[in-house]
């Protein structure tokens, strides 16, 4: 007998290259080179994974499985659940968003139809501008 899960995630789950970078790697006093000579994988994947930047492949998560001596579908696992959450949550395109001019020439996206950025007429909020989300981009 089984307990369905009907509710879903509210927050994206952790990436393996987080999982590994923070929980693995500091455990087994291990770095990049080192992971990279161990399992064989080259050491810019290593970086592109630790970085979050690359997904687990079937073969890393053997060779990471027989490193850490877990189960390959533990890596597996964890990326499928990263790529389904990403797969519903895609990230706004650009035409989601307007460009806010400041007179601090600081630039907000913010989540709207495109305009023209001339005719908008905001006031500039320092404390919106330093609480900086995944929807706000600052330039100087």
């Not at 895609?90 to 035409?95: A, E, H, N």
Request: glycine content about 2%; some cysteine.
């Amino acid at each position: 007998m089984s307990i369905p899960n009907n509710t879903s995630m509210k927050r994206r789950p952790r990436h393996p290259g987080e999982m590994l970078r923070e929980d693995f790697l500091s455990d087994c006093d291990l770095t990049a080179s080192s992971l990279s000579e161990a399992t064989g994988i080259s050491r810019r994947s290593v970086d592109e994974l630790l970085r979050e930047r690359r997904s687990v492949t079937p073969e890393m998560a053997l060779r990471l499985a027989r490193l850490f001596g877990n189960l390959p579908e533990f890596w597996i696992k964890a990326q499928r659940a990263v790529d389904l959450w990403d797969a519903a949550h895609p990230l706004p395109t650009q035409d989601d968003y307007k460009l806010v001019e400041s007179t601090q020439s600081v630039a907000v996206l913010i989540s709207m139809p495109v305009i023209n950025a001339d005719e908008a007429e905001i006031e500039f909020n320092p404390t919106r501008s330093t609480q900086a989300t995944q929807r706000e981009v600052i330039l100087s």
